[in-house]
């Protein structure tokens, strides 16, 4: 009954409501209209009883153990989707194990002039150019506790950014002050924190993308006792030496992980209209986010935990990160392109590559591919 609900809802959603949306709304509205919908739909107890029976999918194959806790399974939530956590109902419902809302900042930022998106579907992908427009951390708190006590299934965390507000200081002493201030705000309200060192849309640039930086942003949140375990959202425009450098610093101090990695700044070959502004999501970002993951993977050994997203549409994209080397997996794109019934399919497709290839189990394959796709570059 499930699975044929599932099949139904794919179809629903790739036949009718995905061309129906991309035809007649612009993917600003769409978004909008996503969000307001999720969050009507989570007031409404049958409405996410039901969203769970039709995504229902559990295997003891797919529990994983990371952060020193269990998941159900390894598929979660990425960042940029739910800025305010108004969705938290619907994102649990649809089969999720982890989230990371957001991103959210210690004050609140109205974004960049719209649009905030632009639809790619050539190269399945989102060109994003939102400027970590959210509500604020503290006029967000609310939905996050609630979400934390609600929280059966998942794991809820929230990635946080530095205050994108132009003509604001951009010192780094500054800019360490405000994401201590979410730091703290947050601190026993999250089951997980996810430091977003990456945002290509910002005013004052990455610039805790860069190791003195980070040593300075790290060693504050250091001194703050925390509730959570904290993991920082990675560029993916650098290459493995300097990302490396990343991962020494993290290495120094209180981390526990690396989210792997965020949008694809180069347009190299791409047709895309030079007045479109943003960065890209999706396919674009796979090779390079499955080439860090394997190298991270090699490097660390266990010592972080990895995240890998980046072009996940199916259950084998998330095969293949988890045998690169990703320990969890996030998808964002996917869900506008496939339909919230991805997760399940994700799912399913993960047991069936497992079983195929004579595993047993999701944690047994983590990172066997690394070296052999190394040497193959
Ligand atoms: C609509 C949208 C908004 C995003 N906003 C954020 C954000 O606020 N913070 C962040 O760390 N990443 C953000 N991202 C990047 C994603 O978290 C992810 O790193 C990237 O899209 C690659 O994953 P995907 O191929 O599954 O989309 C955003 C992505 C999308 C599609």
């Not at 629903?12 to 612009?26: A, Q």
């Not at 989707?81 to 419902?93: M, Y």
Request: hydrophobic share 40%; glycine share 8%.
């Amino acid at each position: 009954m499930h699975f044929i609900l599932m099949k139904l809802t794919g179809l629903i959603y790739r036949l009718i409501l995905k061309p129906l949306m991309f035809k007649f709304s612009t993917p600003d509205s769409a978004h909008e209209k996503m969000i307001r919908f999720g969050a009507w739909a989570g007031r409404h107890p049958s409405l996410i009883g039901l969203l769970k029976f039709s995504t229902k999918f559990n295997s003891p194959m797919l529990r994983t153990l990371a952060f020193l806790r269990s998941f159900d399974s390894p598929i979660g939530f990425a960042a940029g989707i739910d800025k305010n956590a108004e969705i938290t109902r619907c994102i649990e419902g649809v089969g999720f194990n982890f989230a990371t809302y957001g991103s959210m900042t210690a004050e609140i930022c109205p974004g960049n002039h719209k649009p905030w998106f632009h639809r790619l579907p050539k190269y399945k992908s989102m060109m994003i150019h939102v400027g970590l427009a959210n509500n604020g951390i503290e006029a967000n708190l609310e939905n996050l506790m609630r979400a934390y006590d609600e929280a059966e299934t998942i794991l809820p965390g929230v990635s946080i950014a530095r205050t994108n507000i132009p003509h604001s200081s951009t010192s780094i002493t500054a800019g360490v002050k405000d994401f201590t201030k979410s730091f703290k705000l947050l601190q026993g309200n999250v089951g997980l924190i996810e430091v977003n060192i990456s945002c290509p849309n910002a005013y004052c640039g990455e610039q805790f993308g860069e190791p003195q930086a980070l040593e300075k942003l790290l060693s504050a949140l250091d001194k703050i006792p925390r509730t959570a375990p904290v993991v920082l959202k990675m560029p993916s425009d650098q290459a493995w030496p300097e990302f490396k450098k990343l991962i020494d610093v993290a290495l120094e101090h209180n981390v526990q992980g690396i989210t792997i990695c965020n949008l694809r700044k180069d347009r190299t070959g791409m047709e895309i209209p030079e007045t479109w502004k943003g960065n890209l999501s999706g396919k674009p970002v796979q090779n390079i986010s499955d080439d860090l993951v394997a190298q991270s993977f090699l490097y660390l050994r266990g010592r972080l935990v990895i995240i890998g997203l980046g072009g996940v549409f199916t259950a084998k994209d998330a095969y293949r990160k988890i045998r690169l080397g990703a320990d969890l997996v996030e998808i964002a794109s996917a869900l506008m392109y496939e339909g919230p019934q991805v997760v399940s399919e994700i799912k399913r497709g993960l047991v069936k590559l497992l079983k195929r290839d004579g595993f047993t189990s999701i944690m047994q394959i983590t990172g066997i591919d690394a070296q052999k796709l190394l040497s193959e570059n």
